[in-house]
């Protein structure tokens, strides 16, 4: 969960949905690129850090899209095919982010992959409510149409 005390859940919510924005909090994002604008259907095409410092492709597609509500996408590019759930909330004084990855592996990959999903799983949610919230925080101020002394 983040919390941040500036930008309405209109422009956190622009900022998540915005595939370029990736990079600026996802530190394993080594390039994102949209096919269009966010919407349902709307693929985002990435190349994240995988192992031995190898990229790999890891694309989602958006499956739900409820502005100021939800983004749901779902991988289908990868060895890993998460489905990723970020939901918006409006509370006082800011805007709460709930962030939630699940994804499953069976017979060998489940063998092969195991302490390397867990490890892939473990930095995204670290990014999204940990160290890397620093960066959610300064990517949304940068976004801030006002600037950070907005009142």
């Known amino acids: ?41 709307t693929v985002y095409r990435q ?4 192992p031995g410092g190898r990229t790999v492709s890891a694309d989602v597609r958006i499956t739900e899209f409820e502005p100021e509500r939800k983004i749901v996408l779902q ?6 095919r998460p489905i990723v759930e970020y939901t918006f909330e ?5 805007t ?13 990959k489940k063998l092969l992959m195991a302490a390397a999903v867990q490890r892939t799983m473990d930095a995204e949610v670290a990014g999204s409510s940990g160290q890397d919230a620093a960066g959610v925080r300064r ?13």
Not at 14 to 27: C, G, K, L
Not at 96 to 108: C, E, I, K, N, Y
């Open 90 to 94: 409006a509370i006082d004084g800011g």
């Open 47 to 50: 190349r994240v850090a995988g």
């Open 75 to 80: 991988g289908i590019s990868g060895p890993l």
């Open 96 to 108: 709460r982010v709930t962030f939630s990855l699940a994804a499953s592996l069976t017979d060998l």
């Open 1 to 41: 969960m983040y919390r941040h005390d500036r930008p309405s859940i209109g422009e956190v919510f622009a900022f998540f949905a915005d595939a370029a924005n990736s990079t600026r909090w996802r530190a394993g994002v080594e390039k994102i690129t949209a096919d269009a604008p966010p919407l349902v259907g």
């Open 139 to 151: 990517g949304l101020i940068a976004f801030d149409p006002y600037g950070p002394d907005r009142g």
